[in-house]
């Protein structure tokens, strides 16, 4: 190899770990905190709670008594954000962070059978991505052992 050669592959080399640095810096300033969390949960378990509570458990009577069921349960997002806040542990790496929720169950309703739903979210460069989710009512994830989380 010929000393300008590897003069060159030097310096791309430095430029690659210099441009790596700076993704990574960057990656950490924008991994989405608690509250962006919070928000974002409270969007995802008010829209669960329209289809398990409105249309699945919710008896005939409360229903013709509750007109605007989907609208009443949208409109406590912020409530179920909190909700999910306080069930949720957070794992932060740097550049993401993974957060495990458990939230459901008798606790959340006592009125209303509701099962205990797990979700996995990775948050990363401004962005909130859920993973994974499982429930009892789902036959798969019943039986199969999911960890102490």
């Not at 430095?14 to 990656?27: E, N």
């Not at 378990?45 to 605007?68: G, S, T, Y």
């Not at 179920?80 to 962070?97: H, K, M, P, Y």
Request: contains cysteine.
């Amino acid at each position: 190899m010929r000393p300008a050669s590897s003069v060159r592959l030097a310096r791309w080399c430095t430029a690659l770990a210099v441009a790596g640095g700076v993704s990574g810096v960057a990656l950490v300033f924008t991994n989405p905190g608690l509250d962006e969390f919070e928000s974002f949960a409270g969007d995802q378990l008010a829209e669960l709670a329209v289809e398990e509570v409105c249309v699945n458990r919710l008896p005939m009577p409360l229903k013709l008594a509750i007109q605007n069921c989907p609208e009443l349960i949208r409109s406590q997002h912020k409530v179920l954000g909190d909700l999910a806040r306080r069930s949720t542990r957070r794992q932060n790496f740097g550049l993401f962070s993974l957060y495990r929720t458990q939230i459901g169950g008798p606790s959340v309703l006592p009125f209303l059978e509701l099962p205990l739903y797990r979700v996995l979210t990775v948050a990363a460069a401004g962005r909130l991505k859920i993973l994974d989710t499982s429930s009892d009512n789902d036959p798969e994830s019943a039986s199969a052992d999911r960890g102490p989380w």
